[in-house]
């Protein structure tokens, strides 16, 4: 029974030896593959921290150009606005002239059978091609056509417009192409 008991001593031995071989070798194991898995997160999350920081630097710089470009399209914005604010002043000059030569010269004409010039004789637009013996209306086909000063000064300036405005686009589509 000794016998035994000492074979069965020496395998509990053996059996607890080989269990604290590979328990130790699975500790080595764990521990190799916890240090392994902690490195190659590690460098993931470097990774990440690095992709994120470009990110942050893209971002900064495509918000930058990105002003830039509104600040330049609002500047050729406001030149073109400004422009056009001139050519609208300049016609809006040019119908007040117009105006003021209309009624200088239906005031001519309408007091030219008296007095010889009449109130408008020395007025300012006299010189800028308006002719003293301008033609009356035409009687129509239903008899004499009467038309007042207001009407015919704002037909004459809804020509003029029609016409400064045709300039004005034509002038837009030939400095586009």
Avoid at 15 to 40: C, E, F, M, P, S
Avoid at 150 to 177: C, F, M, P, Q
């Amino acid at each position: 029974m000794i016998a035994i008991t000492t074979r069965l001593l020496g395998y509990t031995t053996a059996g607890a030896a080989l269990l604290a071989l590979a328990t130790g070798i699975w500790g080595v194991r764990v521990d190799h593959l916890r240090a392994t898995y902690k490195n190659k997160w590690q460098a993931a999350e470097k990774t990440v921290k690095d992709v994120r920081a470009e990110y942050a630097v893209f971002r900064t710089a495509i918000v930058d150009r990105t002003a830039e470009a509104l600040a330049a399209q609002k500047a050729v914005n406001q030149a073109r606005e400004n422009e056009l604010k001139e050519i609208a002043d300049e016609a809006d000059s040019n119908l007040a002239d117009l105006r003021a030569r209309l009624r200088a010269a239906l005031l001519r004409r309408s007091t030219a059978g008296g007095s010889g010039g009449g109130p408008a004789a020395g007025a300012a637009g006299d010189s800028a091609g308006v002719s003293e013996t301008m033609s009356a209306p035409t009687a129509g086909v239903a008899g004499s056509v009467s038309i007042s000063i207001e009407t015919l000064t704002g037909l004459a300036a809804y020509a003029i417009k029609a016409h400064d405005w045709a300039v004005t686009v034509d002038r837009s589509n030939t400095t586009e192409k």
